[in-house]
């Protein structure tokens, strides 16, 4: 057996799977209820132990928040897990399940297990976005999941298209999460992003040029991609695919339009499958690739 967690700061989910990958129990859990750490992973151990029975899991993968230590598998300061400071996670798992335990970014686990069960099987070089509150990204090449140096590669909301651009959280300006992120959205609009999108898609003008101008922004880090990692698939996941008929004409259009990127090399472009699964399945896989 193995065993993935998806670790957010609403909630936290455990899935127990076999070797294949093959998913057989499943269990989540409201995070703000759990409290502290410790209390998230007796939890998530006592899930582990009820739905493994008397088989013994062998390998355990954790998706979490950033930013983190993968090396020492430790969470550094997440801001959506207020108190999670230097908590060292993969310790606290390995010794209360009896396993080896790896911590990874959880999009970049998202990205993983799209590319393996989901819009991107097929893929030998897939770039996965998430655009939701933030901006996020994995990159999988070669059919390998690529971390970089730091574990943190596939930032791309943290990519500058703008260098004399508002000022982003990050502290850099004019970066792509300060146009396109749904906090940002919503701060610049006094609406949620569910509210804005949904006038946008019946045809408030004022709505649909906010959500246009984001989408271009969007389109516009989709070309930097492309340039950079040369991918045969991107796959878009994250809230505000929700809305997937409103953007995904401007994204396809401003993607088309770079005169650089000729059709026969040009990245095909689609929506996440997985939904909200997409964190739990990559932790699985994590799991499965380092058993």
């Given at each position: 057996?193995?065993?993935?967690?998806?670790?957010?700061?609403?909630?936290?989910?455990?899935?127990?799977?076999?070797?294949?990958?093959?998913?057989?129990?499943?269990?989540?859990?409201?995070?703000?209820?759990?409290?502290?750490?410790?209390?998230?992973?007796?939890?998530?151990?006592?899930?582990?132990?009820?739905?493994?029975?008397?088989?013994?899991?062998?390998?355990?993968?954790?998706?979490?928040?950033?930013?983190i230590?993968?090396?020492?598998?430790?969470?550094?300061?997440?801001?959506?897990?207020?108190?999670?400071?230097?908590?060292p996670?993969?310790?606290?798992?390995?010794?209360?399940?009896?396993?080896?335990?790896?911590?990874?970014?959880?999009?970049?686990?998202?990205?993983?297990?799209?590319?393996?069960?989901?819009?991107?099987?097929?893929?030998?070089?897939?770039?996965?976005?998430?655009?939701s509150?933030g901006?996020?990204?994995?990159?999988?090449?070669?059919?390998?999941?690529?971390?970089?140096?730091?574990?943190?590669?596939?930032?791309?909301?943290?990519?500058?298209?703008?260098p004399?651009?508002?000022?982003?959280?990050?502290?850099?300006?004019?970066?792509i999460?300060?146009?396109?992120?749904?906090?940002?959205?919503?701060?610049?609009?006094?609406?949620?992003?569910?509210?804005?999108?949904?006038?946008?898609?019946?045809?408030?003008?004022?709505?649909?040029?906010?959500?246009?101008?984001?989408?271009?922004?969007?389109?516009?880090?989709?070309?930097?991609?492309?340039?950079?990692?040369?991918?045969?698939?991107?796959v878009?996941?994250?809230?505000?695919?929700?809305?997937?008929?409103?953007?995904?004409?401007?994204?396809?259009?401003?993607?088309?339009?770079?005169?650089f990127?000729?059709?026969?090399?040009?990245?095909?472009?689609?929506?996440?499958?997985?939904?909200?699964?997409?964190?739990?399945?990559?932790?699985?896989?994590?799991?499965?690739?380092?058993?």
């Amino acid at each position: 057996m193995i065993a993935g967690i998806d670790l957010g700061g609403t909630q936290v989910r455990v899935a127990l799977a076999r070797s294949d990958g093959r998913i057989t129990a499943t269990a989540r859990a409201r995070t703000p209820l759990l409290k502290t750490p410790e209390r998230v992973v007796e939890w998530a151990a006592a899930q582990i132990e009820k739905h493994s029975g008397r088989e013994k899991v062998r390998s355990l993968a954790i998706g979490a928040p950033g930013p983190i230590d993968t090396r020492r598998g430790v969470l550094v300061n997440p801001p959506n897990l207020p108190g999670w400071r230097n908590v060292p996670l993969t310790a606290l798992l390995e010794q209360a399940v009896g396993c080896p335990a790896y911590l990874e970014n959880d999009a970049n686990l998202a990205g993983l297990g799209e590319y393996h069960q989901g819009a991107g099987r097929g893929a030998v070089n897939l770039v996965y976005v998430t655009w939701s509150t933030g901006v996020g990204g994995a990159l999988i090449l070669g059919g390998r999941l690529y971390s970089g140096s730091h574990g943190s590669a596939g930032e791309i909301g943290h990519t500058v298209v703008d260098p004399d651009g508002p000022l982003d959280g990050c502290g850099q300006r004019g970066c792509i999460e300060v146009f396109c992120g749904g906090r940002q959205l919503a701060a610049q609009t006094g609406e949620s992003t569910s509210e804005l999108f949904e006038a946008a898609s019946k045809g408030d003008l004022e709505a649909r040029m906010i959500v246009n101008r984001a989408a271009t922004y969007m389109g516009i880090g989709l070309i930097n991609l492309t340039n950079l990692v040369d991918p045969d698939v991107i796959v878009m996941g994250g809230g505000i695919t929700r809305s997937w008929k409103v953007v995904e004409p401007v994204l396809t259009a401003t993607l088309r339009g770079s005169p650089f990127i000729k059709p026969n090399r040009r990245p095909r472009l689609r929506r996440a499958r997985l939904g909200d699964r997409g964190g739990l399945v990559g932790a699985v896989e994590w799991a499965r690739h380092n058993l």
